[in-house]
């Protein structure tokens, strides 16, 4: 059987991609150097307790420079809206990929074959015209080769009830539900890691703080630059917020596991569609979920509702 490949689906959905996962990384590529450049300058303020003239005037220079890359770094972040580009290039990929699966599985909207591919042309334009401010990051990733509808949208729609469910099944289905399995499991794995680091760093400050007051005070007090780790480090697990998509995806996992324990007994049109629904709400519940814990707003959105990875 023909896997599902990126190509398959329609253009838009490739460029919304490819501009969301750009947009991802140079979001995060921002966020690690300006929270690099608070624990530099905490780092270098530690050290001028030294007192050595020629040397603090070196020091004091280097965290007015690296405070300065830290301000040029958030003015950035600011102006340039990777993230809401990240986010809304998400939303508009996952809404034209639930769109697809729909399309190629004859559900609702698309159950009609005479109107079908006008709809679905439709609804991407929709999709589209419903955040205008992608147009010239999404422009940047087109090809010549992107079409709305691809040959392989139409095979698979005009194929049988059979092949459509055991291709929905794997490539749909089953995929997606180890995809949020494995997802789960990545975000619980790395909330309780950055929680035991942050928790070492803090025990390892209160330690520290207790031998500077029991000495009498060091000639270089590292509690601060411990305590500016360890609120960075809180500040990356809330930008990445582990432990809200580590549960959300676990319930996804189950809500998927149990349609697909369901798949083989559904023999009729009516059922399938019905099976087709159930699984792109809820895989679609979940990306609204992703969606509003970013404050996106999908009622701009009158097709089918999204997915997320991202």
């Keep these: ?39 530099l300058t905490s780092a270098t303020g530690a050290i001028t307790a030294l007192n050595v003239a020629w040397l603090n005037t070196w020091l004091y220079t280097a965290m007015a420079l690296v405070l300065t890359f830290g301000l040029v770094i958030l003015w950035i972040m600011r102006a340039s ?6 986010f809304d290039g998400r939303a508009v990929a996952e809404s034209v990929k639930t769109a697809t699966w729909r399309f190629m599985m004859k559900a609702p909207p698309f159950h009609e074959d005479g109107k079908a591919e006008e709809q679905f042309v439709a609804q991407l334009k929709e999709i589209r015209e419903a955040r205008p401010h992608l147009g010239k990051h999404i ?16 095979e698979k729609r005009t194929g049988s009830l059979q092949d459509r469910r055991a291709f929905y099944v794997s490539d749909r289905l089953t995929d997606q539900k180890a995809w949020y399995a494995r997802k789960a499991k990545l975000n619980a794995d790395a909330g309780r890691r950055w929680f035991w680091i942050v928790t070492g760093l803090q025990m390892l400050a209160v330690a520290l703080a207790v031998i500077q007051a029991v000495s009498g005070g060091m000639k270089i007090n590292v509690v601060p630059v ?45 059922d399938f569609v019905q099976l087709v629904e159930q699984t792109e709400n809820s895989v679609s519940r979940e990306h609204t979920m992703w969606c509003a814990r970013r404050d996106i707003h999908l009622s701009e959105d009158r097709g089918p509702s999204p997915r997320t990875g991202g």
Excluded at 231 to 257: C, I, N, P, V
Aim: proline share 2%.
């Design 226 to 270: 411990i305590t500016t780790c360890a609120a960075a480090f809180a500040a990356w697990g809330q930008m990445k917020r582990h432990d809200e998509l580590a549960q959300s995806y676990a319930l996804a996992t189950q809500e998927l596991e149990e349609l697909a324990s369901l798949a083989n007994g559904q023999t009729t049109d009516a």
């Design 81 to 86: 809206q990777d993230d809401k580009v990240w």
């Design 139 to 154: 422009a940047a990733k087109q090809d010549a080769d992107g079409l709305s509808i691809t040959p392989f949208m139409r």
């Design 1 to 39: 059987m023909t896997m599902m490949s990126d190509d398959s689906y329609p253009g838009l959905y490739r460029y919304a991609d490819l501009a969301s996962l750009a947009a991802q990384r140079t979001h995060v590529r921002f966020h690690k150097a300006h929270l690099g450049s608070l624990v």
